[in-house]
């Protein structure tokens, strides 16, 4: 059971390349997200999944697209990267309908954008 | 919308003594889970604690204690006995519930506090 696996663990880019961050989930979770970690903010959410075919807006989605063919993976695309996506990227699963509510987060990917 | 403070860039203590770490939310929602998660160098998310909102009593798991006061709209985390293996980032989350108690899968961060523990 590896939980939740995000894909590359680091990243360097140049301002306008274009990337997609990885993220696989295999505890059949209906909820996926991404998250964005800045100095001094905490997490932000980008965009998030309820179930495969279903995606929808964070706080900060500009700059980001997504989509869930399946309920394992949700990628995070990057079409044009910019300086201020330099972050940390957290992608994250839960269950819809259990009691307990929790999410559960992989280990991140540094991203800087040059 | 939700929001979530932590009123404590930093806070640090020595090993074997207990601190408390403040947060405090806004919401117009009567149904919600609390979460306190540590963040430490390596940089995984880890959950400490966990609080339903409809529950009065205050979540507990060994070391770690949280003193929830829903009217004040204010969650705390204790640490008792403090570790070298404590020091961490400690970010405060919020997330909304329906009147069944399933979450909207979405979480809403305080902006953390970093703990030191000191031998």
């Known amino acids: 059971n590896a939980g939740v696996t995000q894909t590359p663990k680091f990243q360097v880019l140049k301002t306008g390349q274009s990337m997609t961050l990885q993220c696989a989930q295999d505890m059949n979770h209906e909820y996926m997200s991404w998250y964005r970690q800045d100095p001094g903010m905490g997490l932000r959410l980008i965009h998030y999944s309820v179930g495969a075919g279903i995606t929808d807006q964070g706080e900060v989605p500009n700059g980001y697209n997504v989509s869930r063919s399946t309920t394992e993976d949700f990628p995070l695309r990057l079409l044009s990267a910019a300086p201020s996506q330099t972050s940390v990227y957290f992608c994250a699963s839960s269950y819809r309908n259990r009691g307990e509510n929790i999410q559960y987060f992989g280990a991140g990917t540094r991203l800087s954008v040059l | 919308a939700q929001t979530v403070t932590q009123s404590q860039p930093e806070m640090s203590v020595q090993e074997a003594e207990t601190v408390t770490l403040s947060c405090t939310y806004d919401t117009s929602e009567s149904n919600y889970y609390l979460f306190w998660y540590k963040q430490p160098p390596s940089r995984q998310m880890i959950l400490v604690i966990r609080?339903?909102?409809?529950?009065?009593q205050n979540a507990t798991e060994n070391r770690f204690s949280v003193n929830f006061q829903k009217a004040a709209k204010s969650f705390s985390l204790k640490i008792s006995d403090s570790q070298l293996g404590d020091t961490a980032m400690y970010f405060c989350a919020f997330m909304r519930a329906n009147a069944g108690g399933t979450s909207y899968g979405k979480l809403t961060f305080g902006q953390g506090t970093i703990l030191t523990v000191h031998p």
């Open positions: 609080q339903e909102a409809y529950k009065q």
